[in-house]
Structure formats: C-alpha cells, structure tokens
C-alpha cells in the first residue's frame, strides 16, 4: 500500500502506510532519510508477502508461548504437562528475544548446547519439534513472516529400540504382582493396553462372551489418546476366562482394575506397583515400564508370522510407519528371501535362452 513521510510541527518526520487490510501503521524519526527507510523496508516487506505490523515485532518468545500455552490448553493434562515442561527449556533459551530476532542460526546452536548437556536425542528432537510447532503457530497468527526451524535445523530423532522381555520375564512380572493387579499385566502383554487404558477399562468394555475388548476410555474418564485408540481388539478364549475369573474376585464399581480399598485403579498407583515388581525379576531393566509390555505383544506377533498391518491394528498405531520405525528391526531378514527370489527369475532366464539355443 502507499505510504508519505512529512513533516511534523515539532521537527519529527512521520512515515505512515496502510497495509493489506487497510490499517494504518505509523513511526516518527529525526531524520527524514530514516523514515524513508523504514517506509522503504515495510512497503517491501508487503509486496513480498513477509510483512509483520511493527507492534507485533516487540513480542518475546516469551510472551508469545505463554498466549500459546494458554490455547494448548485445551488438550488433556498429561499432553499439556508435557508442553509445560519444553516450554520452560524454549523460554530459557529464547525469552527475552523477539520473535522476529530468532535466526536458524540460533536454533541449531541451541539444540548443539542441549546435546552437548548429556540429553537423548529423542528429547531434544522433541524440543525442536515443539519450538517449530511455537513459531508455526506465531507466522499463522501474523506474528512473523517466517519460522527458524526447518529441516536444516533439526537434529537426529535419534531412534531407539525398545526393550523387549522375555516370556519368562513376562509371567515372572505377573506373579510379582499383588493378585489382585497381575490381570494389568494380561491386559498390557496380550491386548496391548496402555497404563491409564487399562485403569480406565470398565468391566461393560469386555465382551467375555465374544472376546472382544472395546477400549473406550483412559483414566479417570478421558477420551482416549487417538481415534485408532479405540479400535477392537480381539482376545483369545483363555484370556476372556481370566479376565472374567479376575473381574468375579476383584472388581468393583464397573472397572476391571481396582486400588486396595475397591477404588478405581490409578496409573501412578500400578507404575509403582511395576516398579517394585520389577526389581523381582531377573534381567529386568531398573527401567522398564508398565508399557513396554506394548512391546512384548508386537514382538510375539511378528514371530507368530504377522504382518506390519495387523500389529499396527493391534497396538492400535495411527500408521504402519509408526510400527516400522518402532519393530522393524524385530521382523526375520530378508536377506534370504530376496536371494531366492532374484535367483528364481536368474534360472528362469538361463533355461530360456538354453531352450532357444537347442531349437
């Protein structure tokens, strides 16, 4: 939009322009060569597509992830408490900064000083990815014209492979348990279940009948973590009986999980009951969680022969390449196969052209 500089009466040179939806923006200087400047760089600015109004040019980081963080709020509390947690290391590091000051520069010396601090990679790939999902909120907001982060400045995700217990170590778990908590086990080894899945699981989620588990909610009575999350899972006849067997001594109030005085079983409550539990069984990792038993499933299904489709379906993934990143390494080699196969259509071809030859 066009734009004037004049004079003021007190000495001052005002530039002023409109920009895309006619708002006027305004700035005094002493010196006119200075506001033909800046008039210069905002009309660029808006012919280019990268203009942001001035005044938002002062906010922080700071300040911009606290109005952030207060939209995020509509998530559940652990997604939240999460974002809380990479929101106090971004502010520390960036605060004080406009947000238009903020150069990829800056961003890949920040995750060299996480790195360099003794962090896993997984984490601060995940702190990358939260600073990225900060500024590509604050260009749709206006805020600034563009985002730090991109590929260039991210690093490694820095994958891991799950620890994955044995059989033995499996049941040695289960057994560990107070009896009245090892049905959490069946349900986290065999159905895939998560800690807070399995705490809100109702006894009215079981079709003992069918074996079928319908996962509808996650403790205490919150939506569960994706849609995938409530997919059906199929459970075989000696489960159903245990679990009904289990609900028939234990349960009470409707949940299939529940505390010593009969109260709705809580997540932190069976994370300690695992953690004790564990320092029982031999080979353990001082580590393991409630989910790696997520793990145990996967790797029993893959040796049974199962396709990354029906363990993607039943550890209910979003998308078989989260089951990939996570088991691939678990499915048999390949190499063999691939050899068979390249040799069969090689022999093919050589009996072919022998044929022809004796023609």
Known sequence: MAGNIAKRPDGKWR?????????????????KVDAQFWLDEQTSRL??????????????????????????????DSTVRQAETHIKRIKAAFGTMPLGSVRPSHVR???????????????????HSRLAQVFSDAVHDGLVARSPC?????????????????????????????????????LGA???????????LRVSDVDFMRGVINP????PALPLKTDASRAALPIPQSLALALSAHVAKWSADGFVLVNEWGDQLAPWTLQRAI???????????????????????????????????????????ASAKTTLDTYAHLWPDSDESTRTAIDAVMQARAEAVQSADSL
């Open 216 to 219: 509808a909610v996650q403790h």
């Open 47 to 76: 012919l280019t597509g990268t203009h942001v109004a001035p005044k938002h040019a002062k906010i922080t980081v700071g300040q911009w992830c606290d109005t952030w963080l207060d939209g995020y709020r509509r998530n559940r």
């Open 109 to 127: 010396t920040w995750t060299a000083q996480l790195a360099a601090e003794g962090l896993e990679d997984s984490y601060v790939y995940a702190l």
């Open 275 to 317: 953690r004790t539990a564990r320092e029982k069984v031999p080979g353990l990792p001082p580590d393991f969680r409630f989910h790696d038993l997520r793990h145990y499933l996967a790797s029993m299904l893959i040796a049974s022969g199962a396709d990354v489709k029906v363990v993607q379906a039943r550890l209910r993934h």
């Open 150 to 186: 991109s590929r260039r400045t991210s690093p490694a995700a820095g994958k891991q492979r799950p620890y994955v217990c044995t059989t033995e170590q499996m049941w040695a778990l289960h057994d560990a348990l107070p009896e009245r908590l090892r049905a959490a086990v069946l």
């Open 190 to 200: 065999f159905a895939g279940l998560r800690d807070a899945e399995v705490c809100g």
């Open 15 to 31: 530039a002023r322009y409109r920009d895309e939806s006619g708002k006027e923006h305004a700035r005094h200087f002493d010196r």
